[in-house]
């Protein structure tokens, strides 16, 4: 019995590549197919070999890949490559003056050692509902860029995660860049979590604009709380027109209760973790509203 758990903490057998460019990536998934995945910086590829979640033979490295790894600021979008690290998101000083949002969740994802090495696009693209960067990008309606044999195309991130693990993005394609629109207003992402380094019981990603004393705007994006993350339209839209009172607040929460689907596991049961995502909801519509 003592074996056998201690093979489930070992990835089966496989090959690993380290190409030099992107057209080479793209040759090794043609050729091996569903078979075949690439890492980034591999917090979300490796756990799921460990316990043989993921029956990958073709391990393709793109740490030696150029052209991912810069973030370009403009007065319209914020471009981030896909293998920037949460640590270059969380130093990065014009995404603190432009999109502070990026660098607030960027600090509650796992620890330091992790946030070294984790990469942006590695969070974004397996489809794990329980990462933090898919939600915050659909609350900001982020666009995808994902090259594959056909060429490029933009897949916007509210349309990219299709349930757990499944996306939009076919087995020979490379998610290499996330475009952000630019934004103003307030903004926050509030996560409760058992312990550091744990995935989130719940997380709320919320970005408000304001007009005069009303709320002008409002998204709002949940985190493990399905098996994809939630952008609640109808959550955001209860708060539009809206001076935030108590009655558009919990009209809100309960528009976003209505739309997630959270299952029981290890961290509670499916009402707790609704009572915790509609105080986590709470918080982090207040939060944004005082910096709007």
């Known amino acids: ?142 666009t995808f860029t994902v090259i594959g044999p056909s060429g490029k195309r933009q897949i916007a991130a509210r ?15 490379v998610l290499t860049s996330v475009s952000i629109p630019a934004f103003s207003g307030g903004y926050a992402y509030e996560k409760q979590k058992r312990k550091i380094g744990d995935y989130a019981t719940a997380a709320a990603a919320v970005v408000i604009s304001k007009d005069g004393d009303y709320c002008k705007s409002a998204s709002v994006a949940m985190t493990n709380l399905s098996d994809t993350p939630i952008c609640s339209m109808e959550a955001g839209s209860a708060l539009v027109g809206t001076t935030l009172d108590e009655t558009s607040i919990n009209a809100s929460i309960t528009a976003m209760v209505s739309d997630i689907d959270p299952t029981a596991d290890n961290r509670g049961p499916v009402e707790f973790k609704k009572y915790v995502a509609g105080i986590i909801l709470r918080r982090a519509i207040e939060r944004a509203w005082s910096r709007a």
């Not at 620890?111 to 969070?123: I, K």
């Open 1 to 142: 019995m003592i074996h056998g758990r201690r093979n489930l903490m070992i990835p089966a057998e496989f090959e690993y590549y380290r190409p030099k460019d992107l057209p080479g990536v793209i040759s090794l998934l043609c050729e091996h197919g569903d078979d075949a995945r690439v890492l980034a910086g591999g917090h979300s590829l490796i756990p799921l070999m460990k316990v043989r979640m993921a029956d990958v033979s073709h391990v393709i490295d793109l740490k030696d890949v150029g052209d991912m790894s810069s973030i370009e600021l403009t007065s319209d979008t914020i471009e981030i490559g896909a293998m920037v690290t949460q640590h270059a998101i969380i130093e990065h000083v014009g995404l603190a003056a432009t999109a502070p949002i990026l660098r607030e969740a960027a600090l509650q994802i796992s620890d330091p050692q992790v946030r070294y090495m984790g990469t942006v696009g590695g969070n974004l693209a397996n489809g794990d509902p329980a990462n933090d960067m898919p939600g915050l990008m659909q609350c900001l309606n982020a």
């Open 159 to 173: 349309n990219f995660y299709e349930g757990a693990y499944m996306t939009a993005r076919t087995d020979d394609e």
